[in-house]
């Protein structure tokens, strides 16, 4: 099978408009594979809201690497990790590569802010940018570590979200591309696609471009494709369709003081069994174990003891008469 870094690799340069899915967990990167995405986002958003915790780096890096590991055992398509700022300076950031390398995550995405990172749909006046050069140094030092010439580094730039214009946004986009980033992702939180496509206008580098259209997604992909977006990511949709049928399910169930008013509209068990392959299991069992015989058991007796195997009365000899 073709490495993860390769496919992803290629999905930036197919040449043509590629998505990517958003999952959270093993079980929703699998059901992202099965629906026939090429690729899966491993949404910073989506994976510290389903640890409980708020999307200001609350959840350490170590327990986002736990999870995406997970993600990439129980799929075979690439991930492109969401790590926010890098968790820290060049030097997390070095680490942070090698250790996506050794889990088999093909590429990462780091955004131009400070650490902590602050969700960019949240308060403005809480976002602070990072300084141009000082990120560039991240994304060199991330390049200079990686082994694999396949991994993919993504710089994300967030002056749009600050608004602060166009030529901000090309100038860093400039400077992320020379240092060596594989992609380019500009972000924009308007409800239509005008800052995009208006940067799209503007960059003439042979360097692709991702988007995350989640406040103008009623944007036809077709816009994307002729501006020359390389791939979109749908960013956290999973988690919040299967937060609004967990929340409904949950009530239907507390209310009713029972569970089948909503069998009709949850999956059977043996479908969760399917997807966790127990079938596999099962199969490795029979090849594995050992074949242990039917376990002994032992005779129950009957109400009545048989005493055919006994002496009679008649037969039995007296203790003085026997010879000594």
């Not at 990790?81 to 030097?91: I, K, R, S, V």
């Not at 400077?175 to 940067?199: E, M, N, R, T």
């Not at 103008?216 to 816009?223: D, L, M, S």
């Not at 015989?293 to 009545?304: D, M």
């Amino acid at each position: 099978m073709t490495k993860k870094t390769t496919q992803f690799k290629r999905l930036l340069h197919s040449g043509k408009l590629e998505f990517l899915m958003e999952a959270h967990n093993g079980l929703t990167a699998k059901l992202v594979e099965e629906a026939g995405f090429k690729g899966i986002w491993a949404s910073g958003l989506t994976l510290s809201a389903a640890m409980g915790v708020r999307d200001s780096n609350e959840a350490s890096w170590t327990q986002v690497l736990e999870v995406v590991e997970l993600m990439s055992d129980a799929s075979s398509v690439p991930i492109l990790l969401d790590a926010d700022t890098g968790y820290g300076n060049f030097n997390n950031v070095r680490r942070l590569v090698h250790k996506l390398e050794q889990r088999n995550i093909p590429a990462m995405c780091i955004e131009d802010k400070v650490f902590p990172k602050t969700n960019s749909f949240l308060n403005e006046k809480h976002q602070l940018l990072a300084d141009a050069e000082e990120f560039a140094g991240k994304i060199k030092a991330a390049k200079d570590t990686q082994q694999d010439c396949d991994f993919c580094v993504v710089a994300r730039i967030e002056a749009f979200i600050l608004g602060l214009g166009l030529n901000e946004t090309l100038d860093r986009a400039h400077a992320y591309c020379s240092a060596g980033a594989d992609a380019i992702l500009v972000h924009s939180k308007l409800s239509s696609p005008d800052q995009i496509l208006a940067f799209m206008s503007q960059w003439k580098e042979n360097c692709p471009v991702v988007i995350v259209p989640t406040t103008y997604y009623q944007t036809p992909a077709e816009v994307f494709d002729r501006a020359g977006v390389s791939i979109v990511i749908w960013a956290n949709h999973l988690l919040r369709a299967s937060t609004a049928a967990m929340q409904s399910v949950a009530s239907i169930i507390y209310q009713t003081r029972s569970v089948a008013a909503v069998q009709e509209h949850i999956v059977p068990v043996k479908e969760i069994f399917r997807l966790q392959n127990a079938a596999e299991l099962e199969a490795a069992e029979l090849r594995y174990l050992p074949v242990r015989p039917p376990a002994l058991t032992c005779p129950v007796p009957s109400s009545k003891p048989d005493v055919s195997a006994y002496p009679i009365a008649g037969d039995l000899i007296p203790l003085n008469s026997r010879p000594l």
